[in-house]
């Protein structure tokens, strides 16, 4: 037997540590993550990164509190491993909350250790990706672990706008927890794993009595579908996750770049014939605005944001030539693509993400208006509408629009106009930019004539054909310059394009100001 000198000897205790950090809480508790179906936080990193790629930081870092017996109870890294890799190729920064090592709850450390990897994402100008996994604020710790909570909000704050930040919800997240990803750009959630609220069942129930289960009340479906607070549901973690590196490859790494092209195969010059068909010759009729958006970006792809939430506005990632661009459209598949509140933010935060990030805006239009009601009127469509107006007003990038129909009355100016500094504004021969559809303007400006005519039904439809005809086409406003030019559907793709050929080198300032008071 050889015997070891000193260096040896340590070298042998480090190495066991670093062993030792590898295995958070144990086995027993990384076999009970398995069991709930769940992976561990470093199988999830191993996932997201590229192979080999994932550099750690802090992995002997140990909380420092004593209280209830804590001392007896360390682990190496306590409760969250931090680090930065690399995803396609590009620098990101990480942590993934360990729930094998105190239900991965924030301490004190954990925090510090967040804060580190989230001050170096600045400074270096790379994506922040957070897999929350926590039980919250550490018990034993109290204000400490809450001020750990605070540090990791303000960096949050400022660094929105200046990197992308991305939450994955790979298990729960109450209270106060909630609000860290809720200050980030966009959240993922894993059904069935990923939960967030800010009281839980138990206290729902004591306190008004009724009753609900984790998953209705904070799971994935509930806040895709109904809440709008999470923006993509997967069913399982493997897909989230890869989800997630598809859409950093959208993104760029920070708001001093643009993002990184890449080499399309779908040719710029392609005609596609089914758009000269697609709008239906009764214009109350619905159709599929997803199938004219995969028709014009490059080979069909459209990753959605929110695609659960407020269909009757699409808004997501293509690339247009390889470059990236913001798509929102109107989809009158749904409620007639009506603004309704819901849709008037998800579409506003969409615009002010892509604008804060130099993604260029392309808009669809298709929508009769406003959605009208009590419930909407007393919910705030005025203050929520507004918040449209403003993000589209705001921006700065390249914004180009295709009305393919509909542009009626308030939501003709929101859906980024000429009036709101829009750059190039198309329309469809099928396009109509008026106050509002012809049987309501006919009921309004010929409401006298109509009363006192014999055959009203008759003289509705005449009067009805006689305003589409003279004011629901687009020539009139082209010949203002509303509309920059009338185009054949089928070449909308070269169309839009050449216009973002043109505004690669757009500049455009805004006053200057601390910030605007958007309407919240
Ligand atoms: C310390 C915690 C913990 C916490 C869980 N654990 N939450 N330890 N602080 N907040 C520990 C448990 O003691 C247990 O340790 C292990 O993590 C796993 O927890 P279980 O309860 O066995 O797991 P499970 O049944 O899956 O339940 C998970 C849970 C539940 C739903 C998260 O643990 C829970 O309700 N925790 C408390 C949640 C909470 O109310 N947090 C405070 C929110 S307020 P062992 O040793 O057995 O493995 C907040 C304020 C933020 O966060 C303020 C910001 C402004």
Redesign the pocket.
Known sequence: MTSQGPTEQKRDELLQLREKSLQG?GTR?IEAQHSRGKLTARERLDLLLDPGSFEELDPFVIHRSTNFGLDKQQYLGDAVVTGYGKVNGRLTFVYSQDFTV??G?LSEVVANKICKVMDMAMENGAPIVGLIDS??????EGIDS?AG??DIFNRNVLASGVIPQISVMLG?A????T?SPALTDFIFMVKGVGQMYITGPDVIKSVTGEEVSHEQLGGAEAHTAKSGVAHFLDDNENNCILRVRELLSFLPQNNMENPLPIVSTDDPERDDESLNTIIPDNSNHPYNMLDVIEAVVDSKNFMQVHQNFAGNVLVGFSRMNGNTVGIVAQQPNQFAGVLDIDASVKAARFVRFCDAFNIPIITFIDVPGFLPGTSQEHGGIIRHGAKLIFAYAEATVPKISVLTRKAYGGAYIVMSSKSLRGDVNYSWPTGQVAVMGAEGAVNIIHRSILKDSEDAEEKRKELVNEYENSLMNPYIAASRGYIDDVIEPSKTRRKIIRALQMLENKRETLPPKKHGSIPL
């Open positions: 809480g508790r105190f239900g709850s039980g919250g604020a550490r018990i034993q809450l909570y605070g729960p109450a209270g106060g927890a609000y």
